[in-house]
């Protein structure tokens, strides 16, 4: 079983910066990617970014130049850097994982977190 447990989402004024961190536990033997994503109100579920196990990353238009994904490898986590926020960005966002429970794992499993609510206003 994996778990993700996410954390650092907050109350903040427009202009101003948060960030998340989602850690990854339980039975692991490698992650081939993690990620952010959120769901605002009355909207769907929409990809924020994303990084690989090689530090490859991907950026939802929305995100360019304000949010930064980096990871670290040895402790599971994936963290996302938001400055320059906007009333836009409230949702809550959730931690997304593509996991390997074994060395002969043939394909992975994608778990989800349980989100944390990120609100912007005056």
């Known amino acids: 079983q994996v778990r993700l447990v996410e954390s650092g989402g907050d109350l903040v004024q427009p202009g101003g910066s948060l960030r998340l961190s989602c850690v990854a536990s339980?039975?692991?033997?490698?992650?081939?990617?993690m990620g952010w994503y959120r769901q605002a109100p009355g909207k769907e579920r929409e990809l924020v970014a994303t990084?690989?196990?090689?530090?490859?990353?991907n950026y939802a238009d929305s995100a360019k130049g304000r949010f930064t994904i980096s990871r670290d490898n040895a402790k599971n986590t994936v963290y996302l850097q938001m400055n320059s926020l906007k009333p836009e960005d409230t949702a809550v966002y959730y931690c997304?994982?593509?996991?390997?429970?074994?060395?002969?794992?043939?394909?992975?499993?994608?778990?989800w977190g349980q989100g944390t609510l990120v609100t912007v206003s005056a």
């Open positions: 990084i690989t196990s090689g530090g490859s990353t």
């Open positions: 997304n994982v593509r996991v390997f429970t074994t060395a002969l794992s043939y394909r992975y499993l994608e778990v």
């Open positions: 339980g039975s692991i033997y490698s992650i081939n990617a």
